[in-house]
C-alpha cells in the first residue's frame, strides 16, 4: 500500500473513532425509579435539601410539598401562596425553606412547623427564583420585572437591600457561588455575574452539574433531559423523561439520584 494511502485510512479509522457515540458514563442516571404524583398541575420547582434526604416541590396549585423521593411518600404539605409557587430553597441546616411565586411574595418558612415566618414584597411582577445566600441570613430573588433583589432576614424592614436591573428582560434564575458571588441568567440570552461591588459581567453557565463537575444536565421544552460532557463538549446521554416542558432539574448532593419535574404535574426519580 502506498504511504499516502496508509496515511488516509488511518485517518478515516480516527475520525471514525472520534464520530462513534460512546455509551453513557456509569454514574449518569438512566433508569425511572419513582414517581411522585400529589399536585394539580403542573410542577414548576423540584429542589434537594442539603443532605439530600428529602425533596420539596412547588407548583401551579400553589403549595409546596415535602417528600421522601427515595421511598416515594409526601410528607407534608405547605400552603400559603396565592399564586403558583415558581422556586423554592432550602436553608443549610434544612431548618427552614424561602420560596416565591406569581404573586409576586418570597416567603420564609418553618420546615417542621409549616409556619410562615416573614413575608417579602417587593417585585414588580412574577418571582421566578430564589436562594439562600451565605450564613442564610440574606435571600436572592429574580423577577420577571426584569430585576434581582436581595433581601435580609434579619432585618424587620420588608424592603429589598438592594436592587439590580442591568437585564432587558425576564430573569428566569438565580445562584450565589462559594465566594458570594451573584449569578443571574434572563430570557434577554444573557447570565450575569454580579461581584461585591455590584459589576456585572456576562458569561456562559449552566444550571445543575453532577458531583464530579464533569456534566452539565439540562431540561427541554420536548420533556428530554440532557448530559452534556463538559471537557468533550458533547452530548452524551439523554433521558426522555417527561410528556411535557421539564421546569427542573436537581442532582443529588452525593450522586445517587436525580429529580426532575414537569408541567405535566408529576416529579421523577433516576437512578
Known sequence: MPQNAMFVATT??????RTQIEPAPTELPRTETACLQGHEGPVYA????????YCLTGGKDRTIRLWNPHKGVHIKTY???????RDIAVSSDNSKLASC?????????DVASGRIIRKFR?????????????G???????????AVRIWDCRARSF????SMKPFADSVTSVCLTDRAAIVAGSVDGTIRRFD???????SKLDCCLTPSDAHVICGSEDGRVCFWDLVEENLVHTIHAHKAAVCSVAMHPGGECLLTSSTDGTVKVWQ
Do not use: K
Not at 424592603?159 to 438592594?162: H, I, V
Not at 461585591?196 to 456576562?202: L, P, S
Open 12 to 17: 478515516d479509522q480516527s475520525a471514525a473513532r
Open 46 to 53: 423540584v429542589r434537594f435539601n442539603t443532605t439530600g434526604t
Open 79 to 85: 400552603t400559603g401562596h396565592g399564586y403558583d409557587v
Open 101 to 109: 411565586g406569581g404573586d409576586r411574595n418570597l416567603f420564609l418558612w
Open 122 to 134: 417587593g417585585h414588580d411582577g412574577v418571582v421566578n427564583a430564589i436562594c439562600f445566600g451565605p
Open 136 to 146: 442564610d441570613g440574606i435571600l436572592v430573588s429574580a423577577g420577571y420585572d426584569q
Open 159 to 162: 424592603d429589598a437591600m438592594q
Open 196 to 202: 461585591v461591588r455590584h459589576r456585572h459581567e456576562a
